[in-house]
């Protein structure tokens, strides 16, 4: 198979010298039929080794589409060995646009991540993590810049110790429309005896647009208050828990969605707050339009980590999202889409 694959790059890699591809377009090869990643701002068609791949084809298919440099440098996951580059060096076909060039953007980011390396003085992912972090010392500085880095192990984290504290951190995708979605169905039932359905209908309609400014709102400034953390270690604990460890640990699949125990709680304010703002009746639809929308963004935001698409909008959307992981946590901050970003400028800056 290597064989093959190199004799079949050698004739590529003449037609493909000068050729440059965007990394929208990169996005969009991540499937089994054409699966692309992008490498130190080269772009490698590797579909034909996909399958043989030793991790499996599912794991490639996770970062189908999108750049694996930093995650090729993550010791923690695995350590590929030469020959693993020399098989990347051999599916070459472009280079990215300069316009997206990761490296060359370096001085217009507070906090790119493309060459930063993960340190051994840190937390370590294979042990338990709260611990660790309770037991800490980092100084601020320190701490937001580890904590941006992304690792990655094999299966989910362990986060607590003790057993039964941990099931209560794990939650697996299908949780949140099973619990959420009878959730908004009640509030939209209880209106009805209050409002009509013109009203309900035009009050759900303005819930689903709300969810999308409070999902920008709540990533950037609750769940992004990093320099505004005070030194210490308990703060570093509250940062960790409540967004961090995503950060640290993008790719777990038991914690892409909010569990219920934290969602509630964080919905006990906007329910209080919608409640002073509107009257009964609006009150119950908009409540019903974001708690339905809300579902639609933890589960957006799983898949867009851990699927494969067929939608082209979509593909776009994960290798946005995944950029906000892997090149910089100060911008991109919509899941659902880009247009919060674009009206508050903070879309991914682009090379002149």
Not at 202 to 211: E, H, K, N, T
Not at 250 to 263: F, G, H, I, K
Request: proline share 5%.
């Amino acid at each position: 198979m290597v064989n093959t694959s190199v004799e079949r790059s050698e004739s590529s890699r003449e037609s493909s010298v000068g050729k440059t591809v965007s990394r929208e377009e990169a996005s969009l090869h991540n499937s089994a039929e054409s699966l692309w990643m992008i490498y130190n701002n080269k772009v490698y068609d590797i579909t034909e080794f996909a399958n043989d791949h030793p991790g499996g084809f599912e794991w490639l298919a996770k970062f189908a589409g999108t750049d694996i440099t930093s995650l090729l440098g993550d010791a923690d996951l695995h350590e590929h060995s030469p020959v693993a580059y020399d098989i990347l060096r051999s599916n070459y076909i472009a280079d990215i646009a300069h316009s997206d060039i990761w490296e060359e953007a370096e001085g217009k980011f507070s906090s790119l991540l493309y060459n930063k390396k993960g340190s051994p003085d840190f937390i370590d992912p294979a042990k338990p993590l709260f611990k660790q972090i309770w037991n800490s010392n980092f100084s601020k500085e320190f701490y937001l810049e580890q904590v941006h880095i992304p690792r990655h192990l094999p299966g989910p984290a362990t986060f607590f110790e003790n057993e039964y504290l941990e099931i209560f951190t794990r939650t697996p995708w299908y949780v949140i429309p099973i619990f959420w979605l009878p959730v908004s169905a009640y509030f939209y039932y209880l209106g009805l005896n209050i409002a009509t359905h013109s009203i309900m209908l035009q009050s759900f309609a303005f819930g689903v647009f709300l969810w999308t400014l409070l999902e920008y709102g709540i990533h950037r400034f609750v769940f992004h208050f990093d320099e505004m953390i005070p030194e210490g270690t308990l703060s570093q604990v509250a940062h960790f828990t409540l967004h961090g460890f995503h950060h640290f640990l993008p790719m777990d699949s038991m914690r892409l969605v909010m569990p219920p125990a934290l969602s509630v709680f964080l919905s006990i304010f906007v329910y209080s707050f919608m409640c002073a703002l509107f009257p009964p009746g609006v009150q119950h639809g908009v409540i019903a339009g974001l708690s339905f929308t809300y579902v639609l963004y933890d589960e957006v935001h799983y898949w867009l980590h851990h699927g494969q698409f067929t939608v082209d909008y979509i593909k776009r959307l994960k290798s946005y999202h995944l950029e906000h992981h892997y090149r910089t946590y100060t911008y991109g901050f919509g899941i659902t889409s880009d247009f919060w970003d674009k009206i508050f400028g903070t879309t991914f800056p682009v090379n002149k």
